[in-house]
């Protein structure tokens, strides 16, 4: 019998983010105090990890490693400029347009646009081996009184393989801080 969340299936590494991600933000939830001055906005640049979540098709795209993160708040609209560098056998620069949303003043969560842009085609990154459109989906929690931002997000890259049309999806989380 297979093991629900067996990480060497793509299908288990992906039940156990969906439960990772929700516990994440029951214990969001849980914590949540109630609102204090310091708001949820600032730019800032992180470090942390990146997980690729899908098989290319040639069984090579789930690399990991890791993740350099910058965002660009802009304070006067809901809109933000991010990069990603993810790092590992290949490395991919991700930059995206976000619209966010926030959910209390420690919290945002946005949705980005953009691209995924490889430094070679012939091997892997967690999002694929081809200049993609990527789709960013994540948050973006402030801790309060600090400078230091916890940050979590998924990329999801349409057709990033050169030999096949096939979408690679990564997830990315780390610690900034706000500048």
Same mark, same amino acid.
């Given at each position: 019998?297979?093991?629900?969340?067996?990480?060497? #299936?793509?299908?288990?590494?992906?039940?156990?983010?969906?439960? #990772?991600?929700?516990?994440?933000?029951?214990?969001?939830?849980?914590?949540?105090?109630?609102?204090?001055?310091?708001?949820?906005?600032?730019?800032?640049?992180?470090?942390?990890?990146?997980?690729?979540?899908?098989?290319?098709?040639?069984?090579?795209?789930?690399?990991?490693?890791?993740?350099?993160?910058?965002?660009?708040?802009?304070?006067?609209?809901?809109?933000?400029?991010?990069?990603?560098?993810?790092?590992?056998?290949?490395?991919?620069?991700?930059?995206?347009?976000?619209?966010?949303?926030?959910?209390?003043?420690?919290?945002?969560?946005?949705?980005?646009?953009?691209?995924?842009?490889?430094?070679?085609?012939?091997?892997?990154?967690?999002?694929?081996?081809?200049?993609?459109?990527?789709?960013?989906?994540?948050?973006?929690?402030?801790?309060?009184?600090?400078?230091?931002?916890?940050?979590?997000?998924?990329?999801?890259?349409?057709?990033?393989?050169?030999?096949?049309?096939?979408?690679?999806?990564?997830?990315?989380?780390?610690?900034?801080?706000?500048?």
């Amino acid at each position: 019998m297979l093991n629900w969340l067996d990480w060497k #299936s793509p299908w288990g590494r992906l039940r156990a983010l969906a439960l #990772s991600g929700a516990a994440l933000g029951v214990g969001l939830w849980a914590t949540a105090t109630p609102a204090s001055a310091q708001a949820a906005y600032g730019s800032y640049i992180g470090i942390g990890g990146s997980f690729g979540v899908t098989d290319g098709p040639a069984g090579d795209g789930t690399s990991g490693g890791g993740v350099i993160a910058f965002r660009y708040k802009f304070l006067e609209v809901p809109i933000s400029i991010r990069a990603q560098a993810l790092i590992g056998e290949t490395t991919a620069l991700v930059p995206t347009v976000s619209y966010d949303v926030p959910l209390n003043w420690q919290t945002d969560a946005y949705i980005g646009l953009g691209a995924a842009l490889q430094d070679s085609e012939e091997s892997t990154s967690p999002v694929g081996n081809q200049t993609s459109f990527v789709l960013q989906p994540g948050i973006d929690h402030s801790f309060p009184y600090s400078n230091v931002v916890l940050f979590g997000n998924a990329i999801i890259a349409f057709d990033a393989y050169k030999d096949s049309s096939n979408t690679a999806a990564s997830i990315q989380g780390g610690v900034g801080v706000r500048f």
